[in-house]
């Protein structure tokens, strides 16, 4: 096995200019998935903006490591973002992490980021673990192409209109999903796309408890039912995109609807829709509902 310390002295060798704010993935579950050169970024940087101080002050210690931290979530970006700068005008360099896994992807990060790069300061990634690139590695599923969702929405229905959008997708369909709303999560997926469709759980990835498992959406809420552990730990869920076939059908399904409209409730047009196109009710329902109100473009 390759020693430790030449690669962290590799680590040591490479070019970390000053002023500099380095957007810094962590490990999502396991410390053993930090990287030889996060691990010298974070040593070597004057500050540390974090989502959480408490959680950032307890991974630092895991790795050795104390620094100063500055808080920077979703409600104080904009801030931070200022005194970051400032700290970046006097020659500091500013290490960037969230809770876990890469700042400004589905997490805090994105306006302080932004507001660096307006500001003509150099901002360099230091890439690490990733839950969505582990779980499509671990999927099985075939499509060369995914589509990145991240979290839907929280109440219910700009959750259906969101995936309503989504039914003709030709590629995976990657989720983030809390455990408070796995259970209604997957019972929107069932009411809008074909049970036939695989859909990928991952959950609690690279932790000591971690589940993958693969089977058709119409079998999703068994399995989660079959064990309350089920419902806990953070989750990437992987649905199957759709196929040529399935695109044409929703195509059609569409202009059937834009037809009824014209002369027909949203209800009695979802209705006859049913009837005419043999889709499922509820995905009609909700694509009647996307073109009533023009969120969708012809």
Known sequence: MTPLHPLLAHAEQQSYPASCLYVVATPIGNIADISFRALTVLAKVAAVACEDTRNSAQLLKQLGLFKPLIAAHQHNENEVAQKIILRLQQGESIALISDAGTPAVSDPGARIVDAVRTAGFK??????????ISALSASGLLH??????????????QRDTALTQLLSV?????????????????????????????????????KLFEEIHRCDLGQAADWLKEDAHREKGEYVLLLEGASADV??????????????????????????????????????????????SGEVGS
């Open 247 to 292: 695109d044409a059908e929703l195509t059609e399904a569409r202009r059937v609807l834009e037809i009824l409209l014209t002369s027909c409730s949203v209800k009695q047009a979802a209705t006859l829709a049913v009837q005419l196109t043999g889709q499922k009710k509820n995905a009609l329902y909700q694509l009647a509902l996307v073109l009533h």
């Open 144 to 157: 060369e192409q995914f589509y990145f969702v991240g979290f839907l929405p929280s109440k219910a229905g």
């Open 123 to 132: 901002v360099v990634p230091v890439p690490g673990a990733s839950a969505v």
């Open 170 to 206: 030709p590629a995976t369909l990657a989720f983030y999903e809390a455990p408070h709303r796995i259970v209604d999560t997957i019972a929107a997926l069932t009411a809008l796309f074909p049970p036939e469709r695989k859909i990928v759980f991952a959950r609690e990835l690279t």
